[in-house]
């Protein structure tokens, strides 16, 4: 059984960083693919980014891209999203998925397996 854990959430000021941690485990993910996502209060789950873990191939939400990283390790099959020049507005829970399939879509339909979720919040 697929499982992933998030980690790394917290309270930072404006401008800061922080790097989330995703866990996977219960499978082989050769094949996948990895995404983060987000939801703040009030609003829809948005895609942030996606990486295919074989490929390396990676993809980003425009307001995003430049200050988010999303990378993997395949020695500890952990995926990993670098925040840095935080703005408050990034405030959300940060959720984990997988698509088994690979595809690495912006779309949350397309990803099966989902984490728990970590909290990050942005301070002016």
């Known amino acids: 059984q697929v499982q992933l854990v998030e980690s790394g959430g917290g309270l930072v000021q404006a401008g800061g960083s922080l790097r989330l941690s995703c866990a996977a485990s219960g499978r082989t993910f050769s094949n996948y693919a990895m995404a983060w996502f987000r939801q703040a209060p009030g609003r829809e789950r948005e895609f942030v980014a996606s990486?295919?873990?074989?490929?390396?191939?990676?993809d980003y939400a425009d307001s995003v891209k430049g200050r988010f990283t999303i990378s993997r390790d395949n020695a500890k099959n952990t995926v990993y999203l670098e925040m840095n020049s935080l703005k408050p507005e990034v405030t959300a829970v940060y959720y984990c998925a997988a698509d088994p399939l690979g595809r690495g879509l912006p779309r949350i339909q397309t990803y099966m397996y989902w984490g728990q979720g970590t909290q990050v919040t942005v301070s002016s």
């Open positions: 990486i295919k873990w074989r490929s390396g191939n990676t």
